[in-house]
């Protein structure tokens, strides 16, 4: 899809709620910012809607389900309780006559796809990132850029959110057929000697953590006296238990987890992405408890998407205050959207836009702000 027929498919939609016009109303959710974080009457509805469209082709709940009769899958942040005969939120965990059955996502295996990324790479976290040089000598082979060595880059084929705007939409195919399979040992020997890192993204490898961690640990094991640091991308939706494993693994390896932290207000979150994201904030918090604990390189990272008509400024100032509250020096990347899946009706982020949620987040106190994605900012509204 070209910018041109993009532009031309920009148009004004209608609130179903209050009736308001712009150009800045996803069509899918059908509903403005104002209704959304207001919680007028109609929006849940629309809400739940928006994510049955999104998830009902792949056989997916709309929300995680709450049965109070189902059975409980613990392994993400969701907690999801599974009626009889259901699935799980994430597609993988299923209720058969009571009993929890994971399809995928176990040490034995993951839905899990994987590539030799030439460093220094795209990765959301390269402003502070050691395959730029941070932390060299003790987490990075070079002072500079690592040319000649990769990361592996490994992507779970399932997820803990469902954002309507999501890039990587097709996890979702690989989720409802549960292939490709791979097991953590399988998966750990793909490491080389030219592998200076393992990220974990998706999908997220929240869904499927036992299987992230157990390739983490023999990679680790098996690779002993040599620098492979352990990184993740995740909407941060984890087992509790399972991140403060990650976030050991990514301290002593010199590896960052980065935090995609969707929105501020509940309602938002879980318009955006099926989920209030109240546990993300949590999670930040455990893990930015250790963030001063290596000083060469970030632990934690946190990045925020500018979804135009949606991830305003108000909804920056509210993350970067909370970021600022836990330690003022972690890194906070901000994101240029470019439209795709079921938000393709918005326009990409604007430089205003994007200038005011820099000069937002520094008001907040931070003092690592950056843009991941400059080339992506758009020129409308």
């Known amino acids: ?75 993400c942040g969701n907690r999801c309780m599974i009626p009889d005969g259901g699935v799980g939120y994430c597609g993988l965990s299923q209720n058969r006559d009571g009993r929890l059955v994971r399809a995928a996502g176990t040490a034995s295996r993951a839905v899990v796809e994987w590539y030799y990324d030439p460093l220094p790479t795209n990765c959301v976290a390269d402003p502070v990132c050691p395959a730029r040089g941070y932390g060299y000598p003790r987490y990075s082979y070079r002072p500079g850029p690592e040319y000649g060595y990769y990361n592996l880059a490994v992507f779970y084929g399932a997820c803990s959110l469902d954002c309507l705007y999501c890039q990587n939409w097709h996890y979702r195919e690989r989720a409802a057929r549960r292939s490709p399979l791979m097991s953590a040992e399988e998966l750990a020997s793909k490491v080389d000697e030219r592998v200076a890192c393992i990220c974990y993204f998706g999908g997220d490898p929240s869904a499927q953590m036992p299987h992230a961690l157990e390739t983490s640990r023999i990679a680790l094991e098996e690779n002993r006296g040599r620098i492979l640091r352990i990184c993740w991308e995740s909407n941060g939706m984890v087992n509790p238990v399972f991140l403060e494993r990650a976030v050991e693994y990514s301290l002593v390896s010199g590896g960052i987890f980065k935090f995609d932290i969707k929105a501020w207000s509940p309602r938002l ?92 987040a520094k008001e907040e106190g931070l003092t690592r702000v950056y843009i991941g994605n400059p080339h992506l900012l758009g020129p409308w509204y």
């Open 1 to 75: 899809m070209t910018w041109l027929y993009r532009r031309v498919r920009l148009s004004k939609k209608r609130c179903r709620i209050c009736g308001v016009e712009s150009i800045l109303i996803n069509s899918t959710l059908g509903v403005c910012l104002d209704c959304i974080r207001s919680g007028r009457e109609g929006v849940e509805e629309r809400i739940v809607e928006a994510h049955r469209l999104s998830r009902g082709p792949y056989g997916m709940p709309p929300l995680p389900p709450r049965d109070s009769g189902g059975v409980l899958c613990p392994l």
């Open 269 to 360: 979150y879980k318009a955006l992405t099926g989920v209030d994201g109240r546990l993300v904030f949590e999670n930040f918090r455990r893990a930015a408890r250790r963030f001063e604990e290596r000083p060469e390189v970030p632990l934690v990272v946190a990045s925020t998407l500018l979804v135009p008509g949606y991830v305003d400024v108000e909804e920056v100032r509210g993350i970067a205050g909370f970021i600022a509250d836990q330690n003022p020096d972690i890194p906070y990347i901000l994101l240029a959207f470019h439209p795709d899946y079921l938000m393709d009706d918005l326009p990409p982020t604007s430089r205003r836009h994007m200038d005011e949620a820099v000069k937002a």
